[in-house]
Structure formats: C-alpha cells, structure tokens
C-alpha cells in the first residue's frame, strides 16, 4: 500500500478540481474583484501571472501570484492613500496590489508537471514555502518528474490549470490510509515539535486595522489572525477565507471603523449587519476623515439592495458602484466554510494527537490548528500544515529508502 502511495503523481489530485483562472498584470484591481465574484467556490480566488515583485525585480519562472478577497482588502486598508482614496485604488492594476504585499511574493504558486511524483510535489511546495502548486492538464502526459519553468499560464489559457494546495495533499495522504504513517500518526504535537508559538493575535478591543499587517502574513503561510481577549484567551479568529463572503468596499469600511471583535461580529452578519453596527461605522468613518470610503460604503449599500430579491433589478447599480461590475449578490455554498463563524475555530491542546490535528483540520477546512492552555483556555501557539507536511514527508522517504 505504501509503494501504491508513493507511485501517485500530482495528476491524479487533480480529478474533479476546477480550473483556475489566471489574469495579467496589467488587470485593473477592479476587474480582478469582477472575476473574484464570478468564481465559484468557498474561496474565491484568481491567480496573477506577476512581472516583477516589491524590489523590482523579475519574478521566477513558473511563479503566479494567488489574489483573494482578503487581498483586496489588505492591499485598500494596508495603505493610508488607499484608504482615503479607496476607488482611485481600485481602479489601479492589479501589479500595484502584488507589489504592497510583504516581499510581493506572499501568494506565489509554482507550476509542476502534472506527472510531477507526489514527493516531489511536497518537496516543491515545502522547499519554496509556497501554499500553492499550479498543474497544467492540457499537456500529454510526461513521465518526467521536475519542475516546470516555461508555458505561461497567461498564454496557454485558464482552463487548462488546476492548483492544488498543502491541504488538498494533506486531505489526500489522510484519506488514502492513515495507518501507513503510524506510529508518527498517534504522537502529540508537542512531541513532534509541531507547536509554532510565534502566533498572529490582537485583543478584541484593538483597532481592526491593527491586523492588516498580521492578516497579510497570515495569507503567506495560510494561517489566520487570532482574537484574544484578557488572559490571551483565544475568543475567535479573522480567517481569510470567510472574507470571500464579504464585498470588499462594505468590509475595507468595517476595518477602518470597527474594533477586532466588532469586525468580527460585521463579518458574520456580513449579509445583514444590524443598523447600530452600520450606524457606528458611518460615525467613526467622518470622524477619522475617511468620508470617501463612507461614500463607498453608501454605494456598497444601495447596489446590495437593488440586487434583493424584493427590489426591482436596476441596470446602473452596479454602473454607480466604483467596483462597477465586479458588485454581484453574494451567494450561499452548503458545506463551505464561507459561511462559518468567525468564532468557530479548530483547536487542540498540545498533548493532542496528530492525527486529532489533522482530522479536525480538515473539518474546519482549513491548514493550521490554534493550541490552547487545556485548563485557562489561553492561545499558546498553532500547528499548521507546512510543518505537518514536512512531518509526513520524512515518515514516506524513510518507507521508500526501506523499499529501496
């Protein structure tokens, strides 16, 4: 079973997966949040063929660059120009937002060969400290296993790439068989030394803007932005996948507005915020001098309602939004963890199992775990699936120098 496994190429995680869409640098930020509400699935995302990263320098070859909602929004609330300015940011390609990101290398994919083995692939990934491999699935079948560096996305089109993330493979070794990885399976995380303590957290009663920062690294390493209340007790988190439920104006508004928690609240309710919530945010927008991102949000409001199920269809709502067509009626998706609770976090102890990590991982979909103190509750540190990945690796080489 374990040489079965150990024979499994990148190609064959890729059945059933949808294609990706990859856009040039040169797209407009609102024409990328246009293709972000036009794709399907829990988390909305695009991926960029980038030129050129923070210092000016040319990307490596065979690197994209993923852009998501949270993107969006770190890149307009990362920025006091942004935020003052909001649709003027907007209007800007989408180059500008992968160069305002940390090293502008943060959501980088690298494309493999699809008949790239299933070691090499966690090689790739764990070796570039990439979230994402992009697989082309037009080519014919090559038995080689290596890197591919040339056949731009941009140019062979969209729907010949799928991507596959640490948590898809992951998912895959976890439910191919488990019990190829005992014993390392049933040890603690503690004991694997798995516990990061180097966590991402805010007080519930700090400014939310405070976590753009700590949101933007938590993009890279595909984490999120804990929220703490006194003692460190850990409340809920600022997940960037639940993002992808929100429209980015209303939300960008939230943050520039709102305390940790209370976004937190805004982002649960994202589809119906209770009026004193809207009312608050409108206030501390015209007291910090944002009026242009107030605006934003009005317009935000107006669009959403012409597009309610009670309202007559207007064909200038999205015209009057700065987002123009990229404003669509957000939708349900059952099962997705778009629409779980920002309070609803995956959790373990450090005496937890690996295993445990793992499955309750998957569950919340998602690719880390917070560690919390088993008796005060208090965050002590986070497991994500980089260094689970890395685990399981060195578990499946020793297999194969066995069967060797």
């Known amino acids: 079973m374990a040489a079965s496994l150990l024979s499994h190429v990148v190609s064959d995680l890729c059945i059933g997966k949808p294609p990706v869409r990859v856009m040039p640098p040169s797209t407009p930020v609102a024409v990328v949040l246009a293709a972000l509400r036009a794709t399907a699935g829990a988390d909305p995302f695009v991926f960029v063929d980038a030129e050129i990263n ?7 070859a065979g690197c994209v660059t993923k852009v998501s909602i949270a993107d969006v929004l770190c890149y307009v609330c990362g920025d006091a120009d942004n935020l003052t300015d909001p649709a ?3 209007g800007r390609p989408v180059s500008a937002l992968a160069a305002a990101a940390a090293g502008g290398d943060h959501g980088a994919a690298f494309r493999v060969d699809s008949q790239t083995s299933l070691l090499d692939a966690i090689d790739a990934l764990l070796s570039n400290g990439s979230q994402s491999l992009v697989v082309p699935l037009h080519a ?3 038995r080689k296993h290596h890197l591919v560096s040339g056949c731009s996305p941009a140019n062979g089109g969209a729907a010949h790439y799928c991507v596959l993330t640490r948590e898809d493979i992951v998912r895959h070794l976890f439910s191919y068989s488990i019990s190829l990885f005992s014993p390392v399976a049933a040890l603690t995380v503690a004991s694997l030394g798995l516990v990061r303590q180097d966590v991402r957290a805010v007080h ?9 920062p700590l949101l933007r690294r938590s993009i890279a390493d595909g984490t999120a932005v804990a929220i703490v209340a006194d003692e460190d007790a850990l409340v809920g988190e600022i997940f960037p996948g639940v993002l992808g439920s929100c429209d980015v104006d209303s939300l960008s508004a939230a943050f520039a507005a709102l305390s940790a928690g209370d976004v937190m609240t805004y982002i649960d309710c994202s589809l119906s915020p209770p009026e004193f919530l809207l009312r608050s945010i409108r206030a501390q927008l015209k007291y910090r001098g944002l009026d242009a991102m107030a605006d934003l949000m009005d317009t935000a409001d107006a669009a959403s309602l012409s597009l309610s199920p009670s309202s007559t269809p207007s064909a200038s709502s999205d015209e009057d939004s700065p987002l123009g067509h990229a404003r ?3 939708r349900a998706s059952s099962g997705s963890f778009r629409w779980r609770s920002t309070e609803d976090v ?14 309750q991982a998957l569950a919340h979909r998602v690719g880390y775990v917070w560690v919390v103190d088993e008796v005060s509750g208090a965050l002590t540190g986070v497991v994500n699936f980089a260094d689970v990945l890395a685990v399981l690796r060195e578990h499946l080489r020793a297999g194969a120098t066995q069967m060797n």
């Open 54 to 60: 923070s210092r000016g320098k040319k990307t490596p």
């Open 88 to 90: 003027a940011a907007i």
């Open 346 to 359: 995956a959790a373990c102890h450090a005496g937890s199992s690996l295993v445990a990590v793992m499955a």
């Open 204 to 212: 519930a009663d700090d400014d939310a803007l405070d976590a753009i």
């Open 328 to 330: 669509r009626a957000r």
């Open 140 to 142: 014919r079948a090559s």
